[in-house]
Nanobody, 120 residues
Framework: QVQLVESGGGLVQAGGSLRLSCAAS????????MGWYRQAPGKQRELVAT???????NYAASVKGRFTVSRDNAKNTAYLQMNSLKPEDTAVYYC??????????????WGQGTQVTVSS
């Protein structure tokens, strides 16, 4: 069984910073892509940022230059450093990972989500 556990959400004023963490655990053989998505009330879930196992990154245009995605492969953990936060960044943030398990099965896994609220 594979699990993703997020942490680091909270309430912050506009212009502030938060750092999200996502730790993957369980019968993990390897993790290819890890990433962050977010869903605001009444909106569809959208991509925020992704990072591959070799460190290649991809960002949504709305967060480029403000957010930084990184990962620690030895800890099976991904991070999202969010700076210069805006009220429109308010959403539930979900961690996603494409994982190959011990039985060489590949699946997308999702965390439970962590709330980020940015006040104006």
């Amino acid at each position: 069984q594979v699990q993703l556990v997020e942490s680091g959400g909270g309430l912050v004023q506009a212009g502030g910073s938060l750092r999200l963490s996502c730790a993957a655990s369980g019968a993990i053989l390897s993790i290819n892509r890890m990433g962050w998505y977010r869903q605001a009330p009444g909106k569809q879930r959208e991509l925020v940022a992704t990072i591959t196992s070799n460190g290649s990154t991809n960002y949504a245009a709305s967060v480029k230059g403000r957010f930084t995605v990184s990962r620690d492969n030895a800890k099976n953990t991904a991070y999202l450093q969010m700076n210069s936060l805006k009220p429109e960044d308010t959403a539930v943030y979900y961690c996603n990972a494409f994982i190959r398990d011990f039985w060489v099965r590949e699946n997308d896994f999702w965390g439970q989500g962590t709330q980020v609220t940015v006040s104006s």
